[in-house]
């Protein structure tokens, strides 16, 4: 099974894997919807980097409550890159740091830095 991830990073290299609901503030199935079709639609390159860039700035200025089936903003405060990614899990083997077994981890996207 494959499901999206997205990476966040700090300026000092420090990273935190959140589901997509984590850095939009709307409902988690919402949330997942909205990456795939920026980020895997015929989206031009400026329209993805312009919408992480967008991501990231409302993560670090004003960050959400979870409420219902929004979930909260991601912890991490002034991240200043993210990427997305896809994990093919393996749902016949449960790691204990993830849950089910992470087979795979597939860059899709890798943004460009808030200072870029």
Known sequence: MWILKVVLFDLNGNEEVVDPGQVLPVEFFKARS????????????????????AILARLSGHPWSGFDETFAAAKMRD?????????????????????????KRIRLYDGPTTND
């Open 34 to 53: 909205i990456i795939a079709r920026v980020f895997f639609g015929k989206t031009e390159q400026t329209t993805k980097d312009n919408f992480a860039k």
């Open 79 to 103: 991240p200043v890159r993210l990427q997305i990614e896809a994990w093919k899990l393996d749902l016949h083997n449960r790691d204990h740091e993830f849950g089910f077994r992470l087979l």
